[in-house]
T-cell receptor, first 115, second 112 residues
Framework: NAGVTQTPKFRVLKTGQSMTLLCAQDMNHEYMYWYRQDPGMGLRLIHYSVGEGTTAKGEVPDGYNVSRLKKQNFLLGLESAAPSQTSVYFC??????????????FGPGTRLTVT | GENVEQHPSTLSVQEGDSAVIKCTYSDSASNYFPWYKQELGKRPQLIIDIRSNVGEKKDQRIAVTLNKTAKHFSLHITETQPEDSAVYFCAAQNTGGFKTIFGAGTRLFVKA
């Protein structure tokens, strides 16, 4: 099992450009999350999904959109990138029953720089 | 709203000493408390966890304690080694729910 994967690993954008970050998990998890982590700071929740076709706002949703068309994928979109969105983005997933409902499994992260 | 406070934000210890990180949570419904370790440039990974029906759990050099009445829980690392240097996050969640509330993290430096 690959676990949680993220594409791309690195990206540099110019202000105003758009992009989509892809998260995929092969553990059949119901819940998926997008976090951002700024230097020296903790994890801040951007958006999350409790199942296919559903999404909800987290702590810092402004400037981002998400979609969960398939259970295994959770996409994070930036419509018009700003320098304040320079960060490391982590995707995570969690199950809804048994042991899998406890631990969040994180992807390797995407380092995004907006110039 | 629900939150988890974590202290200290930075901790520096000499190799071989012990390190203690403390967290306080606000949501009485929380019944599961995981700790994640994030090495530089890597993803956070679960290192130990404790459920609310247990007061203490140990795994080799790391242990967690929970005081549900006071809503406090702590991570203890004994005989610290340079490879313990990382950022540690505490978290609180309800096992029946989807939301995990993370602390702000503690950057641990272990000096050789």
């Amino acid at each position: 099992n690959a676990g949680v994967t993220q594409t791309p690993k690195f990206r540099v954008l110019k202000t105003g450009q758009s992009m989509t970050l892809l998260c995929a998990q092969d553990m059949n998890h119901e819940y998926m999350y997008w976090y951002r982590q700024d230097p020296g700071m903790g994890l801040r929740l951007i958006h999350y999904s409790v199942g296919e076709g559903t999404t909800a706002k987290g702590e810092v949703p402004d400037g981002y959109n998400v979609s969960r068309l398939k259970k295994q994928n959770f996409l994070l979109g930036l419509e018009s990138a700003a320098p304040s969105q320079t960060s490391v983005y982590f995707c995570a997933s969690k199950g809804s029953s048994g042991r899998s409902q406890l631990e969040q499994y994180f992807g390797p992260g995407t380092r995004l720089t907006v110039t | 709203g629900e939150n988890v406070e974590q202290h200290p934000s930075t901790l520096s210890v000499q190799e071989g000493d012990s390190a203690v990180i403390k967290c306080t949570y606000s949501d009485s419904a929380s019944n599961y408390f995981p700790w994640y370790k994030q090495e530089l440039g890597k993803r956070p990974q679960l290192i130990i966890d404790i459920r609310s029906n247990v007061g203490e759990k140990k795994d080799q050099r790391i242990a967690v304690t929970l005081n549900k009445t006071a809503k406090h829980f702590s991570l203890h690392i004994t005989e610290t080694q340079p490879e313990d240097s990382a950022v540690y996050f505490c978290a609180a969640q309800n096992t029946g729910g989807f939301k995990t509330i993370f602390g702000a993290g503690t950057r641990l430096f272990v000096k050789a």
